[in-house]
């Protein structure tokens, strides 16, 4: 077990906490519209794969290549590993 | 695109918990082998650990949301355990972890954690096709007298279709290797499983056990334990009224 401690959040804290979430909404508002609606379901209302079908009126196989599409988008945005390590891949081939 | 073209689907089927057992096992396997798919499964957990952030709740537009509302009855949603396989992540292991602990240490701390795990793991397995139900009715009057003679106390049976749970039915289950009768209801989409048995623990706890929710509390000598996927809070208003309609529920013959 780790133990972690628990210091009570500073103003500053606060700051960077909400800066954070603004990206994030950014970053799904961004989104084009499928995509955005595959992830919004999924991730923020953690609707099933078949609720989702059902709200959006797509077969599971179609939910599934948007909420893959959807990821990869918003990877490319928040994660700034995912450029390097595509770098370090190409050279290695 | 770092993840094998093919593999990317099924990574996050797995991520989604959405997969069966072959295909679970197939990815697994792979991802063992490959390291472009094992960075890919991980940053697709970092993308949903980001928008698990509590500030990002609740933005579904309004219209999504009365859509969401206006859905027909829909099957259960599938057991949403193995999301990240053990070896990736020691420390969501979930349940099959909690229940390792249990043979290899047992503390206080540890039993409470375990036998948590297997109320939430025991929930789980009832999800699956066939398993929900020994006795499937809505009326209270079939599901009571059917756990006679099966155990050897009488679980309450509330009637709260009216609050929004409608029985569903009710089985018998073991857990700790004590047979436990289990009174099933839904909840919209969703399973309330109630297990009770005879314990005088006194104690009233709420927690959330790998996402899904557990509400523990004694009443006239039976320990009681309702786990759903449903919000704490839903289960916690679920638990009160659970509690008030048992003890006004007029005594049957038994």
């Known amino acids: ?93 | 695109m770092p993840a094998c073209e093919d593999r990317s689907l099924l990574i996050g089927g797995l991520i989604d918990g959405e997969l069966d057992a072959a295909n679970t096992v197939t990815i697994e396997a792979h991802i063992a082998r490959c390291d472009n798919c094992r960075e890919e499964l991980e940053r697709l957990q970092s993308i949903r650990n980001l928008l698990s952030n509590e500030g990002m709740r609740h933005q579904a537009p309004d219209l999504l949301h009365r859509r969401i509302a206006a859905l027909p009855e829909l099957q259960p949603k599938a057991a949403n355990t193995n999301r990240i396989p053990g070896w990736l992540a020691p420390g969501i292991g979930g349940a099959l972890a909690a229940s390792l602990a249990l043979v290899a240490f047992v503390g206080p701390m540890q039993q409470q954690q375990a036998m948590d795990a297997q109320l939430v793991s025991s929930h789980v397995r009832s999800l699956q096709p066939g398993h929900l139900m020994d006795v499937q009715t809505t009326n209270q009057h079939i599901v009571k007298p059917w756990f006679n003679g099966k155990i050897d106390f009488a679980p309450p049976v509330p009637e709260l279709a009216d609050r929004g749970f409608p029985l569903a039915g009710g089985r018998l289950d073991s857990i700790n290797g004590r047979t436990v009768a289990v009174i099933v209801y839904r909840r919209r989409l969703h399973v309330v499983n109630v297990f009770a048995w005879p314990a005088a623990s006194e104690r009233s706890r709420l927690s959330v056990v790998d996402g899904f929710a557990v509400a523990e509390w004694d009443d006239d000598g039976l320990a009681f334990a309702a786990v759903s996927d449903i919000p704490a809070d839903e289960l916690r208003q679920f638990k009160a009224l659970y509690r008030s309609r048992s003890n006004l529920a007029p005594p049957t013959g038994s």
Request: zero cysteines.
């Open chain 1, 1 to 93: 077990m780790q133990q972690e401690p628990d210091p009570s959040p500073t103003p500053e804290d606060e700051v960077i906490r909400k800066t954070e979430i603004n990206r994030l909404r950014r970053a799904i508002e961004a989104m084009p519209e499928p995509f955005r609606e595959a992830i919004v379901l999924r991730e923020l209302e953690d609707l099933s794969y078949a609720e989702i079908g059902e709200v959006t009126g797509v077969p599971i196989g179609t939910v599934m290549s948007r909420l893959s599409r959807g990821r990869s988008i918003l990877a490319q945005e928040l994660l700034p590993s995912a450029k390097s390590s595509d770098e370090a891949s190409r050279s290695a081939s």
